[in-house]
């Protein structure tokens, strides 16, 4: 770190082991998030990716070491503190999507100001945009079960850059799309603004080198490629 600037979102020394587990699936990560780093992580099935982005995505704690948001232990956050600081800094794609599936792909896209009230023409003209830049303008109205998983993944992306996150962390979000379409996808992510931080986690080798620094997990240690 230079000049003093805490980075965005940091992991120091962090590991995690599931209750009941004998191992550490993470075993001393050092992670620091600074605007503008567009970071790929690569590794096996199990290695614990999905466990780091939860950790960064705040959605979960580690077992020993730190997260840090702007330089602050989010440990003594309660749980609103902790939802409110995601909520406002963190954009998310989860592997498994997690869209709600009574809503439309629209709605879908808008949920992240949903807990601020209801969102305005802008906020509505955004997401339409967004679904738009990833070929769904004409499945908008559309619910989950009515769209391919490649379709859901994508509108899973769109409702994590829609409020223009400062972190975007996003879960093997490729991994349903055709080349051009994770092409597109990945240049959307890396599109983010310049002063926002990017980590894909991805099995694909040739996105993980599009996106930028390549990292790997193993043994419950990161390490560059
Ligand atoms: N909630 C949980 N409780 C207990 N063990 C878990 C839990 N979530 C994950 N694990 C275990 O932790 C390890 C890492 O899981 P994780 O989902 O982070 O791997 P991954 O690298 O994302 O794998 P994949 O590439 O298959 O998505 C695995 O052994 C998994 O079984
Ligand atoms: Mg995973």
Redesign the pocket.
């Known amino acids: 770190m230079s000049g003093g600037a805490a980075p965005l979102l940091a992991l120091r020394g962090v590991h995690k082991r599931?209750?009941g587990?004998d191992e550490d699936?993470l075993a001393g990560v050092d992670l620091a998030l600074a605007p503008g780093d567009r970071i790929a992580v690569v590794?096996?099935?199990?290695?614990?990716?999905?466990?780091?982005l939860f950790l960064l995505g705040l959605l979960d704690q580690p077992t020993a070491g730190t997260v840090e948001v702007d330089g602050r232990d989010v440990a003594g956050l309660d749980d609103a503190a902790r939802s409110a600081l995601r909520r406002e800094h963190v954009g998310l794609v989860f592997?498994d999507h997690h869209l709600l599936p009574q809503a439309t792909a629209l709605d879908n896209v808008l949920l992240p100001w949903l807990a601020d009230g209801r969102p305005g023409p802008a906020q509505v003209e955004r997401a339409r945009a967004l679904l738009a830049r990833l070929g769904l303008a004409d499945r908008a109205d559309h619910r989950p079960d009515e769209l391919s998983t490649g379709q859901r993944q994508r509108v899973a992306v769109a409702r994590a850059l829609a409020r223009s996150p400062r972190v975007v962390l996003a879960d093997?979000p490729t991994g349903a799309l055709d080349r051009a379409r994770a092409h597109d996808l990945v240049e959307l992510l890396l599109d983010a603004p310049g002063e926002a931080a990017v980590v894909v986690?991805t099995?694909d080798l040739e996105v993980a080198r599009r996106v930028g620094r390549v990292l790997v997990?193993r043994d419950g240690r990161l390490e560059p490629s």
Do not use: M, N, R
Request: hydrophobic share 25%; aromatic share 6%; no cysteine.
């Open positions: 599931y209750d587990a699936v590794g096996p099935s199990g290695s614990g990716k999905s466990t780091l592997q093997e986690v099995h997990l």
